[in-house]
């Protein structure tokens, strides 16, 4: 591969999301999300008990982490706006702090060349929002969605070149359905998890879908719009026909939920076969308005599994495994493929955290069979946590990270292959994170950084995975064959 040289557009940078390193939880106006309340109020949602309230605290340090990046020779930043710091309420009046804050990290980025791709919206749901009507299980916040995305993106989209409206849907309403200690949250539709689900999935496409449909053709913008999706690769556990059937079943369900209503207009048919009356029905109208809505498909692409059958229907594909509430629907387990055993993983709610670099090729070339019509694919993160990395306190053991330069490494050669000699339209790929954040259910104690940040400094420090990936693109990238020596 060593030859081998990126195709010229190619976009490469570091991504990120609003709560995961903002901090600044309550200042300048900001009104609360339901990760507010999670983190502070419900029992058991974050697993060391650590809030997104200071993290990285990137808020107020945004400017030397831009310069940081741009001395690094990063050209390409993927921030998420945090929704509640604009709408406090999720809708009515504004608030111009939060605003005046965006419009100078825009620019900002912009003085330092870097390239902004912007997510609308990342998990962050306003709590008044939940609070009045449920958030994403009401169609009400359809219209909500589409007026902060028309603002943010009216105001932006000179200087933005790709949007992404919504962060793996299949996952943005899991925080209240149910929380990792396996106890569902009391007040959310707690007896019909899976239903809940699927109407919060149905809305989100929904809302994404109204705001492509409105940039495409009302408003005419002059970047590219999609959604993240997440999905791992599967592989059939055997040649059992069974195990093939639950293969097929994970793609349907990780993928085809909402990559086959914006490529073939509907929900797959074994999606409809298995869920009845659990999966909302799509209008034609809906229909017409999701075909085609997508300008790429972006893949968050971190793991590979494999597929096997499993006895128990519906309520086993529901059970207690990586993704809560998600009923991969005849099985899938957490058995690396092609992957290096990791030992433990970096917290037991990471467990589908293993570094398979042969499933990204591989699940590249079957995106292209899922969707044959997909123009391009970009890869929207991928990264890696060490085991017990939170736990290590020798700066040299932490700095060396060679596990994870070594995903990035393999990673990338993968991507690299899949474009040259599987001949798939990779136009892109984002590593995550640009620094050490809040991840979610585990809190601070998992590290997705390729910067080291110290939570009481709030010193930044990058880590050999910075190097790793720096060098390999100086080394692939069109046009350069120069290396960096660390
Ligand atoms: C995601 C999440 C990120 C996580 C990352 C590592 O999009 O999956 O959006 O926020 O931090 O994936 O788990």
């Known amino acids: 591969l060593a030859n081998l040289k990126l195709p010229p557009n190619f976009k490469w940078g570091l991504a990120s999301s609003a709560y995961q390193i903002e901090g ?36 107020w340090l945004y400017k030397q982490d831009y310069a940081r990046l741009k001395n690094l020779g990063i050209k390409a930043f993927s921030p998420s706006i945090s929704w509640p710091r604009i709408f406090p309420f999720g809708k009515g009046p504004i608030n111009e702090a939060g605003v005046a804050h965006y419009d100078d990290v825009i620019s900002e980025l912009h003085k330092n060349s870097i390239m902004p791709a912007v997510t609308l919206f990342h998990w962050d749901t306003p709590l008044a929002l939940y609070n009045e009507y449920g958030a994403w299980s009401s169609p009400q916040i359809v219209d909500d969605f589409f007026n902060y995305a028309k603002f943010i993106i009216s105001r932006y989209d000179e200087y933005v070149d790709e949007w992404f409206t919504i962060n ?35 809305y989100t496409l929904l809302a994404h879908a109204k ?11 002059k970047g590219r719009i999609t959604f993240k999706n997440s999905g791992n690769y599967y592989e059939a556990n055997s040649t059992k026909p069974g195990d093939e059937v639950a293969r097929q079943r994970n793609f349907d369900f990780a993928i085809g939920w909402f990559g086959g209503p914006w490529t073939d207009g509907d929900y797959p048919t074994s999606l409809k076969d298995t869920l009845g009356d659990l999966l909302p029905t799509l209008t034609t109208e809906e229909k017409i308005m999701i075909k085609g809505s997508c300008d790429f498909y972006a ?72 969707f044959p019509s997909i123009p391009d694919i970009v890869v929207t993160e991928f990264g890696f946590a060490e085991p017990f990395e939170s736990q290590i306190s020798n700066m040299n053991q932490i700095l060396w990270d060679l596990r994870r330069a070594d995903y990035f490494q393999n990673y990338l050669d993968s991507i690299l292959a899949s474009i040259h000699y599987d001949k798939v339209n990779v136009t892109g790929a984002w590593g995550w994170a640009i620094f050490d954040n809040f991840e979610w259910a585990s809190g601070t104690s998992v590290r997705f950084g390729l910067q080291y940040v110290n939570y009481t400094s709030l010193e930044r420090t990058p880590k050999a995975s910075m190097f790793q990936i720096l060098n390999w693109f100086r080394e692939h990238e069109a046009g350069g064959n120069e290396t960096i020596r660390r």
């Open 211 to 221: 705001v492509a449909k409105w940039y495409h053709e009302e408003f005419k913008g």
């Open 24 to 59: 600044a939880a309550k200042d300048e106006g900001k009104g609360p999300s339901i990760w507010d309340l999670l983190s502070h109020r419900v029992p058991n949602s974050v697993s060391d008990n650590t809030t997104g309230d200071v993290v990285g605290s990137h808020y």
């Open 299 to 370: 893949i968050d692409g971190y793991s590979s599994f494999m597929a096997f059958e499993v006895d128990g229907g519906l309520e086993a594909c529901v059970s207690n495994r990586s993704a809560p509430g998600f009923p991969d629907c005849a099985g899938s387990v957490s058995t690396a493929s092609n992957g290096f055993p990791l030992g433990p993983a970096a917290d037991p709610a990471m467990n589908w955290l293993y570094s398979t670099p042969d499933g990204i090729r591989k699940f590249l070339k079957h995106l292209t069979v899922l």
């Open 168 to 202: 793996e849907p299949q996952y943005c309403n899991w925080q209240f359905s149910y929380y990792p200690s396996g106890e569902y949250y009391p007040t959310y539709n707690s007896t019909e998890p899976v239903k809940s689900r699927f109407l919060c999935g149905h």
